[in-house]
């Protein structure tokens, strides 16, 4: 007898988080059959009300449906005061069905004053929005400059409104779409999004990089630097933020553009670095999930910084030598593994880097052990300054892993490390 066949495949929303926001209008109703559709299709979904919106469905209606509380409360301690932005991380697209009048123009000034409009300004994925109101509200001029606004940014997909009767009776263009469009326009959003987007295997984490050199300062004009041009750090913060994760990125002096969607901290000097790293690390290490050392940290600093600009010295007088006195700076990274170590923790993951001139990988594995860290991506001075690929080896506890590639490849495969390690 042949064996029975048995589909397989995974519903199309498998995995996927929605975040289905609901703003005050009849058409609220719709959006429990919308509800249905994601759960059907293997969507987690994460119900969202505007106030006005729980006057026309009850909250129960779609909390008992999605199996999860409704949220509504910009303010609810449970997150912080940072609801809006635990849920962008959560959600793999927003959907904001119905949409009034009233939110088409908030969304379009990027008013921030309730939870559906500050998630709309947060979310990182796609957001589709379902307008629906009577039809004199969205031929109105206000309204229609609004969508035109909307259209031109590009940030969200409009789906309807269509020509049908509304509330009161009237016919006309505002109906709200379907569920069953909506549902079709959402799952097309995102299979167009996956094909050709990164993984989102760091959403929820934070990743903290530093890149480029400092700079140690010996008067009001003179400096100590090096050649580190950041772009190795700034590849690597640009591939966690695409990867998902919220990402704090820790510059010295560089001449690039921040990357979308990173916190950006600039800095001059190793003990500014160190303050900057101390903020966002916290006290017991507890503030990052891992942490990428891709600056080029000066090593010494000026034993003393001269507030006015130093002359030389008048010709014929004696000094045609000069020394300059230095004092160590802290080595950050050791101290950060130093501590991690007496804390007995696993976190924040720590990568290191090691620029050689010879015996890259020796001397790779001995700031692995030395700074206590779990990996280090060592390279030769030979490549690597200023350019866009970059030939490393990225070296672990558990081997030696060499690598030519682009700085944003390279990046990718220490961010692949760092990923498995969070998982
Ligand atoms: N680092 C640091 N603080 C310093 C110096 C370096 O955190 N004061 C970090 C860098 O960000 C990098 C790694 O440590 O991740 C580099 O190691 P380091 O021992 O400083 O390399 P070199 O300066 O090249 O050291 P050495 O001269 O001993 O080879």
């Given at each position: 007898m042949a064996p029975m066949s048995r589909t397989s495949e995974a519903p199309p929303l498998a995995g996927r988080t929605i975040a289905l926001c609901l703003t005050g209008g009849i058409?609220?109703?719709?959006?429990?059959?919308?509800?249905?559709?994601?759960?059907?299709?293997?969507?987690?979904?994460?119900?969202?009300?505007?106030?006005?919106?729980?006057?026309?469905?009850?909250?129960?209606?779609?909390?008992?449906?999605?199996?999860?509380?409704?949220?509504?409360?910009?303010?609810?301690?449970?997150?912080?005061?940072?609801?809006?932005?635990?849920?962008?991380?959560?959600?793999?697209?927003?959907?904001i069905a119905p949409t009034t009048a009233d939110?088409?123009?908030?969304l379009a000034q990027g008013r921030a004053d309730d939870l559906v409009a500050a998630l709309a300004l947060v979310a990182r994925g796609p957001i589709v929005v379902a307008p629906a109101m009577h039809p004199r509200m969205w031929a109105h001029p206000s309204t229609q400059r609004?969508?035109?606004?909307?259209?031109?940014?590009?940030?969200?997909?409009?789906?309807?409104?269509?020509?049908?009767?509304?509330?009161?009776?009237?016919?006309?263009?505002?109906?709200m779409c379907e569920p069953e469009e909506i549902f079709a326009a959402i799952v097309e959003t995102l299979t167009l999004e996956t094909q050709g987007a990164p993984r989102r295997d760091l959403a929820g984490r934070h990743v903290v990089v530093t890149a480029g050199p400092t700079v140690e300062d010996l008067d009001p004009v003179r400096f100590l630097g090096n050649r580190?041009?950041?772009?190795?750090?700034?590849?690597?913060?640009?591939?966690?933020?695409?990867?998902?994760?919220?990402?704090?990125?820790?510059?010295?002096?560089?001449?690039?553009?921040?990357?979308r969607d990173v916190a950006r901290?600039?800095?001059?000097?190793?003990?500014?670095?160190?303050?900057?790293?101390?903020?966002?690390?916290?006290?017991?290490?507890?503030?990052?999930?891992?942490?990428?050392?891709?600056?080029a940290v000066a090593d010494y600093r000026p034993a003393a910084f001269q507030a006015e600009k130093a002359k030389k010295p008048?010709?014929?007088?004696a000094g045609d030598a000069?020394?300059?006195?230095?004092?160590?700076?802290?080595?950050?990274?050791?101290?950060?593994?130093?501590?991690?170590?007496?804390?007995?923790?696993?976190?924040p993951v720590l990568v290191g880097f090691a620029v050689e001139t010879r015996d890259l990988v020796a001397y790779a594995r001995k700031k692995l052990h030395d700074k206590r860290v779990d990996l280090v991506v060592g390279n030769l001075a030979a490549h690597g300054f200023g350019g866009d690929d970059d030939e490393v080896?990225?070296?672990?506890?558990?081997?030696?892993?060499?690598?030519?590639?682009?700085?944003?490849?390279?990046?990718?495969?220490?961010?692949?490390?760092i990923a498995s390690r969070l998982a």
């Amino acid at each position: 007898m042949a064996p029975m066949s048995r589909t397989s495949e995974a519903p199309p929303l498998a995995g996927r988080t929605i975040a289905l926001c609901l703003t005050g209008g009849i058409a609220a109703y719709k959006s429990v059959l919308l509800a249905r559709l994601l759960l059907q299709a293997g969507a987690t979904v994460q119900p969202v009300m505007t106030a006005s919106a729980s006057r026309f469905v009850g909250k129960v209606t779609l909390s008992g449906l999605c199996a999860r509380p409704v949220l509504d409360d910009m303010w609810d301690p449970k997150f912080g005061g940072e609801a809006h932005v635990s849920l962008a991380d959560e959600a793999d697209l927003v959907v904001i069905a119905p949409t009034t009048a009233d939110m088409l123009a908030r969304l379009a000034q990027g008013r921030a004053d309730d939870l559906v409009a500050a998630l709309a300004l947060v979310a990182r994925g796609p957001i589709v929005v379902a307008p629906a109101m009577h039809p004199r509200m969205w031929a109105h001029p206000s309204t229609q400059r609004n969508v035109a606004t909307l259209r031109a940014d590009g940030r969200l997909r409009l789906v309807g409104p269509v020509v049908g009767p509304v509330a009161n009776g009237d016919v006309g263009l505002g109906r709200m779409c379907e569920p069953e469009e909506i549902f079709a326009a959402i799952v097309e959003t995102l299979t167009l999004e996956t094909q050709g987007a990164p993984r989102r295997d760091l959403a929820g984490r934070h990743v903290v990089v530093t890149a480029g050199p400092t700079v140690e300062d010996l008067d009001p004009v003179r400096f100590l630097g090096n050649r580190s041009t950041g772009k190795m750090g700034f590849a690597v913060a640009e591939a966690a933020a695409a990867r998902g994760a919220r990402v704090s990125l820790v510059a010295g002096p560089v001449a690039l553009s921040t990357p979308r969607d990173v916190a950006r901290i600039d800095v001059r000097s190793a003990l500014e670095m160190q303050r900057a790293l101390d903020d966002v690390l916290g006290p017991a290490l507890e503030g990052a999930d891992a942490l990428v050392m891709a600056a080029a940290v000066a090593d010494y600093r000026p034993a003393a910084f001269q507030a006015e600009k130093a002359k030389k010295p008048r010709e014929g007088q004696a000094g045609d030598a000069l020394t300059i006195e230095l004092v160590q700076n802290p080595d950050l990274l050791a101290a950060i593994g130093a501590r991690r170590a007496q804390a007995q923790r696993a976190r924040p993951v720590l990568v290191g880097f090691a620029v050689e001139t010879r015996d890259l990988v020796a001397y790779a594995r001995k700031k692995l052990h030395d700074k206590r860290v779990d990996l280090v991506v060592g390279n030769l001075a030979a490549h690597g300054f200023g350019g866009d690929d970059d030939e490393v080896v990225i070296v672990g506890a558990d081997g030696a892993e060499p690598l030519r590639a682009s700085k944003r490849a390279i990046a990718d495969a220490i961010l692949d490390r760092i990923a498995s390690r969070l998982a």
